[in-house]
């Protein structure tokens, strides 16, 4: 195999024409790039210099090795340059997938930090729901998936147990579930409410991964809730509440970013709550733009 530093050795004998001054070149001894020469004419299997008294010429496959090495060595200081600059974070980049109430919330606040610490580092975002976001994630479409799940029905289905056990997962905030009632509505002005509470009204439910939980929780309490509508747009879901077509339980995280007209928001009891983390590959964990993206996700919930 033809090394590098043997490649730098020959550009200096061809460039000076003795071992020597070759050596003086390269702050080494004469007997170093001697051998250092040898070495390379075993590994190309030819010999590539022609020593004629004091004075050295190359061989035709000396002359093809140095013109090829000029470019083989700019090549390899520009990738030593560029992993250089990416491990210290004066560049590279970072593909975040995150769920739409993760996007309009946490991942702002992320991003200007990210881009006020390192602004070498371009960080892209794309929206996607779990699980699709996680499956994006082992496909190498992103090096971090901001995600979420259900302690509850994590804790009745071991698939879901096991989900993200081959994952890195960064604990960004537990998030609570609000009610959302008509303002019409008789629990508008209610400090609580339980689920069975609503067990009469049409409801209006989020994403697949919601929707599932949502008819757990109910079934929990009693009773199977008629779902009238599905959408997964927040706004939406607000929207239809606000217009009197139902009742809705969203995370406080959707609630942030979207005005609450001709709704009522009230506690929900027992208290649900859902897991928001941010997702990695273990490999990718060790990268450090990935690790500064990581910790100023898990930091966002401070703002």
């Given at each position: 195999?033809?090394?590098?530093?043997?490649l730098?050795?020959?550009r200096?004998?061809?460039?000076t024409?003795?071992?020597?001054?070759a050596?003086?070149?390269?702050?080494?001894?004469?007997?170093?790039?001697?051998?250092?020469?040898?070495?390379?004419?075993?590994?190309?299997?030819t010999?590539?210099?022609?020593?004629t008294?004091?004075?050295m010429?190359?061989?035709?496959?000396?002359?093809?090795?140095?013109?090829?090495a000029?470019g083989?060595?700019?090549?390899?200081?520009?990738?030593?340059e560029?992993?250089?600059a990416?491990?210290?974070?004066?560049?590279g980049r970072?593909r975040?997938?995150?769920?739409?109430s993760?996007?309009?919330?946490l991942?702002?606040?992320?991003?200007?930090?990210?881009?006020?610490?390192?602004?070498?580092?371009?960080?892209?975002?794309?929206?996607?729901?779990?699980?699709?976001?996680?499956?994006?994630?082992?496909?190498?479409?992103?090096?971090?998936?901001?995600?979420?799940?259900?302690?509850?029905?994590?804790?009745?289905?071991?698939?879901a147990?096991?989900?993200?056990?081959?994952?890195?997962?960064?604990?960004?905030?537990?998030?609570?579930?609000?009610?959302?009632?008509?303002?019409?509505?008789?629990?508008?002005?209610?400090?609580?409410?339980?689920?069975?509470?609503?067990?009469?009204d049409?409801?209006?439910?989020g994403?697949p991964?919601?929707?599932?939980?949502?008819v757990e929780?109910?079934?929990?309490?009693?009773?199977?809730?008629?779902?009238?509508?599905?959408t997964?747009?927040?706004?939406?879901?607000?929207?239809?509440?606000?217009?009197?077509?139902?009742?809705?339980?969203?995370?406080?995280?959707a609630?942030?970013?979207?005005?609450?007209?001709?709704?009522?928001?009230v506690?929900?009891?027992?208290?649900?709550?859902?897991?928001?983390v941010?997702?990695?590959?273990?490999?990718?964990?060790q990268?450090?733009?990935?690790?500064?993206?990581?910790?100023?996700?898990?930091g966002?919930?401070h703002?």
């Amino acid at each position: 195999m033809i090394e590098a530093r043997h490649l730098r050795v020959l550009r200096a004998v061809a460039r000076t024409g003795s071992f020597s001054a070759a050596a003086r070149g390269l702050g080494c001894t004469q007997p170093a790039v001697s051998q250092q020469m040898k070495a390379l004419e075993q590994s190309a299997g030819t010999p590539l210099l022609i020593r004629t008294g004091r004075e050295m010429r190359l061989t035709q496959a000396g002359e093809a090795l140095v013109r090829h090495a000029t470019g083989i060595l700019a090549g390899l200081t520009a990738a030593e340059e560029e992993v250089a600059a990416i491990a210290g974070l004066r560049a590279g980049r970072v593909r975040l997938v995150s769920f739409p109430s993760g996007s309009s919330t946490l991942v702002p606040t992320a991003l200007a930090a990210m881009r006020a610490a390192h602004p070498g580092t371009r960080v892209s975002l794309v929206e996607a729901e779990p699980p699709r976001s996680v499956e994006m994630l082992r496909n190498g479409d992103c090096e971090i998936a901001l995600a979420f799940r259900y302690p509850e029905v994590r804790g009745a289905d071991p698939a879901a147990e096991a989900e993200w056990d081959d994952l890195v997962v960064r604990p960004v905030l537990v998030d609570r579930l609000v009610g959302l009632v008509p303002e019409s509505h008789r629990l508008a002005g209610a400090g609580t409410a339980g689920f069975a509470d609503l067990a009469g009204d049409p409801w209006i439910a989020g994403c697949p991964r919601c929707r599932r939980h949502l008819v757990e929780v109910c079934e929990g309490a009693g009773f199977t809730p008629r779902i009238d509508f599905a959408t997964d747009d927040y706004p939406a879901v607000i929207g239809l509440v606000g217009a009197g077509l139902g009742v809705a339980v969203l995370p406080e995280l959707a609630l942030e970013s979207v005005r609450h007209k001709g709704v009522r928001t009230v506690a929900m009891e027992p208290c649900v709550q859902r897991e928001v983390v941010a997702l990695t590959l273990p490999d990718l964990a060790q990268v450090p733009a990935v690790e500064a993206m990581l910790g100023r996700l898990a930091g966002a919930v401070h703002r």
